[in-house]
């Protein structure tokens, strides 16, 4: 719920990415905290509902989800779902037959379910957001798919959970988290490939013109905070394919940029560009303690030679790198210093940072970063450190040149525009 007094953020036509104070923030691990707090507020929803994720399974955690969503359609709240094509593929004729005949209207991204489909352009470039509005007064963001966390589509059950993480949003930042996944559900809805938002935002004689601007300027940063805003301080950081290319990317390089002593990253899918890793290697060369929480047990074998590749010259810093072994990792989080800490969808890798659509919560607030601090020494101490010798010899300069042959011709694939 909204904390007495909180501000709403005041709208700005040329950036409406920014630091917004008076919020309620709650870090929830794995779907096991996440989808019980979701239907509690879905359960209280008087007015409407809107969700956005890639993966909307139909498992029975996840039938049960949109079983709640149904129960709320039949109490006269007006629900909104929308799916990426792709990542919901394999369940799209289950949710259609689960929600046939209620008023809950399935949006569905660039879907893939024609085969000339896979030919459109632009089809590379995904909804990779997760995210859920209820009544304009609580928002849930972060990295979790709406399946079980010991699903996994490639790979069956599992006995553990995977790691991932989520946030609940109470307070200013939930207008904007809101304002997005409406216009996302609108673009799925409507068939639009342009960027709905924009249009919200800026009168039609100016469009044009500020569309041009924002081109010649390049990606936005996030402006710095006032310091009248109260705590929690927090910014909702979006990525997509015109304003904001590389608003997550530059969020991240500055935050590691500033740090002073610490930088934890936990991420499954790494191979950041050079912008970020340029940043990691000097921030360790000037004392910080930089540690990586990668993926031990991999779901895809490109990722983790994406990763491998580039762990030779990362120790050669100092770079502590680990593995996570329990389960899958699915984590996009991380803590600078004692007081910046991120969670959300991001990836720090070519797809999330220069083609998918992703949505980030940055934190400024010690009692957040010291308790998602906290969950990262958890999964660390129960993960491989991995040793200096590793990245070297002939193998790993084949798997390099693997990856960045790959990458390159993914990026021109997906018409990714900027070096990486």
């Not at 896979?118 to 972060?142: E, S, T, Y």
């Not at 560009?273 to 991999?298: E, Y």
């Not at 991001?346 to 797809?351: G, H, R, Y």
């Not at 010798?389 to 990026?411: C, D, I, M, P, Q």
Request: with cysteine.
């Amino acid at each position: 719920m909204k904390r007495p007094g909180a501000k709403r953020p005041r709208r700005n036509a040329a950036s409406d990415t920014g630091f917004v104070g008076g919020n309620d923030i709650q870090l929830l691990r794995g779907g096991d905290q996440l989808f019980p707090a979701m239907q509690a507020a879905i359960h209280r929803a008087r007015h409407e509902v809107w969700l956005a994720t890639y993966i909307f399974h139909h498992d029975d955690t996840s039938l049960a989800l949109a079983d709640t969503l149904l129960a709320a359609d039949r109490r006269g709240v007006r629900v909104r779902v929308v799916v990426d094509g792709f990542g919901s593929h394999a369940s799209l004729a289950a949710l259609r037959e689960r929600f046939a005949g209620s008023g809950v209207a399935l949006a569905v991204f660039r879907p893939m379910d024609r085969w000339w489909h896979w030919f459109k352009r632009g089809q590379l470039r995904r909804l990779h957001q997760k995210l859920c509005v209820v009544d304009n007064d609580l928002a849930f963001v972060g990295g979790i798919n709406v399946i079980d966390d010991r699903l996994d589509m490639r790979h069956g059950l599992s006995e553990e959970p995977r790691l991932d993480f989520a946030v609940q949003i109470g307070g200013g930042l939930v207008d904007l988290v809101g304002h997005s996944v409406r216009s996302m559900w609108s673009r799925a809805w409507l068939g639009r490939d342009f960027d709905d938002a924009l249009l919200d935002y800026v009168p039609l004689r100016r469009r044009f013109t500020l569309w041009l601007t924002q081109l010649w300027r390049g990606p936005q940063r996030l402006p710095e905070p006032s310091e009248r805003l109260a705590a929690v301080c927090a910014a909702f950081v979006l990525r997509d394919n015109l304003r904001r290319r590389r608003t997550i990317e530059h969020a991240y390089a500055d935050a590691i940029r500033n740090a002073s002593h610490r930088v934890d990253i936990v991420c499954p899918y790494f191979y950041p560009g050079q912008r970020i890793r340029h940043a990691l290697r000097g921030a360790a060369d000037r004392g910080v303690r930089v540690r990586l929480l990668l993926q031990g047990k991999l779901d895809y074998r490109i990722a983790g030679w994406a990763a491998e590749a580039l762990y030779a010259d990362l120790l050669r810093h100092g770079i502590e790198i680990y593995e996570y072994m329990p389960a899958f990792l699915h984590a996009k989080v991380a803590v600078v210093d004692d007081e910046w800490a991120t969670v959300g969808s991001s990836n720090i890798d070519p797809l999330s940072l220069l083609v998918n659509l992703e949505a980030n919560v940055v934190v400024l607030d010690r009692g957040f970063a010291t308790q998602l601090a906290a969950e990262i020494e958890a999964a660390l101490a129960v993960s491989d450190r991995v040793g200096e010798t590793a990245g070297k010899g002939l193998r790993a300069w084949l798997h390099r040149a693997v990856v960045v042959w790959f990458a390159y011709v993914f990026l021109r694939v997906a018409g990714a525009a900027g070096r990486y």
